[in-house]
């Protein structure tokens, strides 16, 4: 069983940045493919990021590319969001998520219990 662990979030304002941070325990989660996705009020669930195992392949959604990075250190069994130039339409809760299945396509068997980001403008 894999527990995840979201952090990072918070309230801040329009251009800024925030780095959340997706802890696992448990197991081991440096075989599993990881994502970050979102959901806004009254929206459905979304993709945000994902990354591979040993990172060598990355996704990103168009709304976000250019301003978020997703990064992961297998040996402190964590992926992290790096977001920058933040934007309204950014609020959200977020939410990452793990599966031995690329997460872009397979809807991921392990969820944390998600961060809220709030930009204001």
């Known amino acids: 069983q894999v527990h995840l662990v979201e952090s990072g979030g918070g309230l801040v304002q329009a251009g800024d940045s925030l780095r959340l941070s997706c802890l696992a325990s448990?197991?081991?989660?440096?075989?599993?493919?990881v994502g970050w996705f979102r959901q806004a009020p009254g929206k459905e669930r979304n993709i945000v990021a994902a990354?591979?195992?040993?990172?060598?392949?990355?996704y990103y959604a168009d709304s976000v590319k250019g301003r978020f990075t997703i990064s992961r250190d297998n040996a402190k069994n964590t992926v992290y969001l790096q977001m920058n130039s933040l934007k309204a339409e950014d609020t959200a809760v977020y939410f990452c998520?793990?599966?031995?299945?690329?997460?872009?396509?397979?809807?991921?068997?392990?969820w944390g219990q998600g961060t809220q980001v709030t930009v204001s403008t």
């Open positions: 448990g197991r081991s989660i440096s075989t599993y493919a």
């Open positions: 990354i591979s195992w040993n990172g060598g392949s990355t």
């Open positions: 998520a793990a599966d031995r299945d690329w997460v872009v396509v397979t809807p991921p068997d392990y």
